[in-house]
């Protein structure tokens, strides 16, 4: 049987790790202590010289990883994901490495896709979103969280299907004040795309 409580609460670790400002997660910019970095495959290959074909494979064109170490470098291919896409991509490959996982079987893809849902979409943030009546369809989590229809179809299903832990209490408190100043304030804003103007280099 497939072990989805341990992905949610590692999300739910690494987002009160984080200096929570929106109520979008960025994870292209999470605090991984410095374990995990982000940037795009064409960036990166013009950083060290090489084609972004050189860290593409037909199985992985989306998102590939590289790892010296202890230190993951996530790549995203900037030309072929959409947003919603590419923000996913890069949480299902954090959640690949939080969990672990040392091989990409269907148990692993699962529980790198509820990672992803739980960091990008908080279940106790979206359910408070629905209880204050700012979300009241899947649609709406698109605009929120930046996710794709897809996904927020069935993130939406899910929500207020569980009993809420302490830990993921705690979480809600960190993000009240910020539903707080979003939900009076003006429009949800899309971060800005991240640059990286100093990535490490990993051959």
Known sequence: MLNF??????????LLR???????????????????????????????GLSPEDFMSESAKDCVVLQKG??????????????????????????????RHTSDGPAEEAQANTFAASLLVPSIVAEELVRRKVVRS????????GISVQAA???????FCHPKTALEQELLDRYLPVIEEEIHGPMISIPHRPTFEHAPVIL
């Open 18 to 48: 984080q200096n929570i400002t929106s109520i979008r997660t960025d994870p292209f910019h999470l605090n991984c202590n410095g374990t995990i970095l982000v940037d795009s495959i064409q960036h990166y290959a013009s950083c060290v």
């Open 153 to 159: 179809e069935l993130r939406y299903q899910e929500l």
């Open 138 to 145: 899947p649609k709406d989590l698109c605009g929120i969280f």
């Open 5 to 14: 409580a341990r992905p949610q609460q590692l999300a739910i670790k690494l």
């Open 70 to 99: 202890p230190l993951y470098l996530i790549l995203y291919n900037n030309f072929i994901l959409c947003s919603a896409r590419k923000r996913w991509s890069v949480a299902h490959e954090i959640g690949h490495i939080c969990c």
